[in-house]
Structure formats: structure tokens, C-alpha cells
């Protein structure tokens, strides 16, 4: 099994900062796309940022400019730099991965337990 576990939500005032973390652990043989995904009250959950094994990059038009995703493929390890935040950016937001665990076999795809991450005016 795979576990993806998350850190560095919190509370923060609008035009500040924070940084999420996501490692992987488990039976790892590959991690595909990593991402960021977020849900606030009421709404679906949505897409924020995503990475590959190689480091292309995909952004929400929402977050582009402000928000910066990166990974550590040694580490199993994803991360979210948020600036410039906003109220609106106020969501519980999950970690996701796509991960091979065993060489040629299909690959499955995990979900974190989420992190709150809220944005005072």
C-alpha cells in the first residue's frame, strides 16, 4: 500500500504565504504525475497543480503566477509554494500521486487526507 501524507496547512492573511508538502511512502517503484487538488465548502474538488516524473508543470488559470509546484522524484515528495494568497484560495487541499508500485504492472492512483489551508481578509 501507498501512503500519502501531507503538511504545512494552516491560517494565513490574504497576500501571505504558505508552503504544502506531500511524501509518499510504501511500496514505491515509480511515481508518475503528483499533484495538488483542493475542495472548498460547498464546491467540487479542483484541480490547483501538477507535475510529472520529468518536471512538466500544469496550473489552475486561478493560481498561475502565484502558486509554484515541485518535486523531489528521489524522495517521493511533492510540494506547493503558495503567494500572493487570497481569500478565495480558503479550501482543504489533497495531495494526489500516481504510483507504480511494482516494475510493468499498472499504476494506481493515491489521495492524501488533506490539509486546511484558510485565508484571512
Known amino acids: 500500500q501507498v501512503q500519502l501524507v501531507e503538511s504545512g496547512g494552516g491560517l494565513v492573511q490574504a497576500g501571505g504565504s504558505l508552503r504544502l508538502s506531500c511524501a509518499a511512502s510504501g511500496i514505491i517503484f515509480s511515481i508518475n504525475t503528483m499533484g495538488w487538488y483542493r475542495q472548498a465548502p460547498g464546491k467540487q474538488r479542483e484541480l490547483v497543480a501538477t507535475i510529472t516524473f520529468g518536471g512538466s508543470t500544469n496550473y489552475a488559470d486561478s493560481v498561475k503566477g502565484r502558486f509554484t509546484i515541485s518535486r523531489d522524484n528521489a524522495k517521493n515528495t511533492v510540494w506547493l509554494q503558495m503567494n500572493s494568497l487570497k481569500p478565495e484560495d480558503t479550501a482543504v487541499y489533497y495531495c494526489?500521486?500516481?504510483?507504480?508500485?511494482?516494475?510493468?504492472?499498472?499504476?494506481?492512483?493515491?489521495w492524501g487526507q488533506g490539509t486546511q489551508v484558510t485565508v484571512s481578509l
Open positions: 494526489n500521486a500516481d504510483v507504480r508500485a511494482v516494475f510493468r504492472t499498472p499504476s494506481w492512483e493515491y
